[in-house]
């Protein structure tokens, strides 16, 4: 439904753009010395072009001199000085063209390559089973784990996931960081950041009917698996990691669940201090 609504009033648009985003060190400066470097270079007064064309470039190097010191100099955590230092050294992003398949033969059909890697994605917990002495989970003694649990846990003490709270629902809507990428509903953070007024009461009642019934919706579940390249052959599939991404609307139920349970875990230990202390 709210895919439907972003078509039909927010609909994407494809724009064909001359150029990318120019650097955050370009400035009017530039822009001006350029401009004049091409002036010159187009009525065929060389003594001038050479001069603008000498200018632009040491107004460049000194700009990005200056942007990149100050970035390093500004950097109050890790976070931003790596992002300095990626911006001096970027990757780029190589997806595999070509992969081994399963037969020992290689194949650039973009569907055999990623039947490839999620069959591999897929059996990865099989064939470390078949590799150890792993115990299946149907055969398997769990009398040590649930003497465990037991001996750790109270008879009074129970937990229960309490119900969602529209306001704090709202608060994480807005807190969303709209730079994640969406998953496979393609409803992302951006999206559900502007519209929390307005589907903040209807996610808090889905949710709290998921909680209510024990239902996780599969689609929930469903997730981008993008194959990224580790070390050693391109070719081979086992050098690859996967790296998932959920839909937002999965991560704000499971945030919501992580953080009552963290609430619990620390009010139990502090009563337990309480008690120590008394």
């Known amino acids: 439904m709210l895919n439907k609504a972003l078509d039909k009033h927010a609909p994407v648009v494809k724009k064909r753009v001359k150029r990318d985003r120019q650097p955050e060190w370009y400035n009017s400066e530039i822009i001006y010395a350029r401009n004049m470097r091409d002036k010159y270079n187009a009525l065929g007064l060389w003594s001038e072009y050479r001069f603008w064309r000498n200018k632009t470039k040491q107004i460049v190097d000194n700009s990005k001199k200056n942007y990149y010191k100050n970035m390093v100099k500004d950097s109050n955590d890790p976070k931003t000085l790596w992002k300095c230092l990626h911006s001096l050294n970027p990757k780029v992003k190589n997806t595999p063209y070509e992969l081994a398949t399963e ?13 490839t890697f999620n069959n591999f994605f897929t059996s990865c917990a099989e064939k470390l089973r078949e590799q150890g002495s792993y115990t299946p989970v149907n055969k398997a003694d769990f009398s040590n784990l649930s003497k465990f649990v037991k001996n750790k846990l109270h008879k009074h003490e129970k937990f229960s996931i309490p119900p969602v709270n529209m306001n704090e629902l709202f608060n994480e809507l807005a807190k969303l960081d709209i730079n994640k990428a969406s998953g496979m509903d393609n409803i992302g953070p951006k999206i559900l950041r502007l519209s929390a007024p307005f589907i903040a009461s209807p996610l808090t009642y889905i949710f709290n009917r998921m909680i209510d019934t024990g239902i996780y919706p599969s689609l929930l579940k469903n997730a981008k698996v993008t194959p990224v390249f580790k070390d050693g052959d391109k070719l081979l599939a086992t050098n690859y990691r996967p790296i998932s991404v959920l839909p937002t609307l999965s991560k704000l139920i499971e945030k919501h669940v992580s953080n009552k349970i963290a609430t619990s875990f620390y009010s139990d230990q502090l009563n337990v201090l309480t008690v120590l202390k008394g």
């Not at 037969?103 to 055999?112: E, G, L, P």
């Open 103 to 115: 037969d020992n033969n290689t194949t650039k059909s973009k569907k055999c390559i990623a039947d």
